[in-house]
């Protein structure tokens, strides 16, 4: 695949994420706020090769600490294909050294806009959050 498609690729990722209300903290780290849950979505690039990973981290914080203040020791660590095994064989296809039918890309960013992402912000609910990590560990 050409750099130009990787380029366009995450250009439409970070612009999902902002309509999404997810705060650009940095070049990789989106935030979610709410008064009691901050979520990390994090893209990760392997160091062997040009496959990406989705990584959602979350903790339980003060409403009064910026994103920025927080020391990311996460309550809460997951791969999105984890968090969303159904549709890991499209989550684990991002990798740009492959010559992948380009629909797959565009399929991840659709979920991403139309269900991954409203599925993540669930989790800044102080009750869902507090099962979930019940759940994780049994």
């Not at 690729?9 to 994420?17: H, N, P, Q, T, V």
């Not at 705060?23 to 849950?37: E, P, Q, V, W």
């Amino acid at each position: 695949m050409n750099a130009d498609f990787e380029k366009k690729f995450f250009k439409e990722l970070r612009a999902i994420l902002k309509k999404n209300d997810f705060l650009k903290l940095n070049t990789s780290n989106y935030f979610y706020n709410n008064s009691h849950i901050q979520c990390m979505f994090n893209i990760q690039k392997s160091k062997y090769s040009k496959q990406y990973y989705f990584n959602l981290y979350a903790k339980k914080t003060s409403p009064n600490i910026s994103p920025k203040e927080i020391s990311w020791g996460a309550d809460l660590i997951l791969r999105l294909e984890n968090l969303f095994p159904k549709y890991s064989f499209l989550i684990k296809g991002i990798n740009f050294d492959e010559n992948k039918d380009k629909q797959n890309y565009f399929d991840f960013l659709d979920l991403l806009d139309t269900y991954f992402l409203i599925e993540i912000k669930k989790l800044t609910n102080i009750e869902t959050f507090e099962n979930y990590i019940n759940m994780q560990q049994v």
